[in-house]
């Protein structure tokens, strides 16, 4: 979930805002499948992102952010200056700030690879569920025509008084219809 930094900051105020969007464009920009990255926004946290493609489209994209490193200082006098800046209540940011998760960089590596994976399982799972969709339709046409040649015939064959039978040469077995069978 976003931050509350981001909601009740960044991406309340009208210049802030832009920079966000700005920043997911950016982190989304020829994202590649499989691909995770890492970009630090230009409100100043770090925000990661996957593609999440079904079928060779991208549909969407998985984002994880906002965040701290453990090991980076937190520029604090930036954070002020900006608040100064947009005018937001320097110690009500500041205490947002705070509250801005702080991962470890091999957590981090390893929730890119998570992320990776788990949007290349979304992917593939969607684009199954699609053609399985799909499939099903197509049965479902098929056995609809299927009837309505059925009926066609049965009321052909009823007309005309006349039976019809088939006979399977390699197994033996034979079908026949009602009128037929009483033939």
């Not at 802030?16 to 630090?40: A, F, H, I, Q």
């Not at 960089?105 to 990776?116: E, Q, V």
Request: net charge negative; glycine share 6%.
């Amino acid at each position: 979930g976003w931050q509350d930094i981001c909601t009740r900051f960044h991406r309340v105020h009208p210049v802030t805002s832009k920079m966000c969007s700005e920043s997911d464009v950016e982190l989304t920009r020829n994202l590649k499948p499989g691909e995770c990255r890492l970009y630090r926004c230009k409100n100043n946290l770090w925000d990661l992102a996957t593609p999440l493609l079904v079928g060779g489209n991208r549909l969407g994209t998985l984002f994880m952010g906002q965040f701290i490193f453990s090991d980076e200082t937190v520029d604090y006098d930036f954070f002020r200056q900006q608040a100064r800046h947009f005018g937001f209540d320097e110690k009500e940011y500041i205490d947002a700030l705070d509250r801005v998760p702080r991962f470890d960089r091999l957590i981090i590596d390893k929730a890119m690879k998570f992320y990776s994976h788990l949007a290349d399982i979304l992917s593939n799972t969607s684009y199954s569920n699609f053609l399985l969709e799909k499939s099903i339709k197509e049965k479902t046409t098929l056995l609809g025509n299927l009837k309505v040649a059925r009926d066609r015939l049965s009321i052909a064959t009823d007309s005309g008084g006349i039976g019809v039978w088939e006979y399977h040469v390699h197994s033996g077995d034979m079908i026949w219809d009602d009128t037929m069978y009483t033939m």
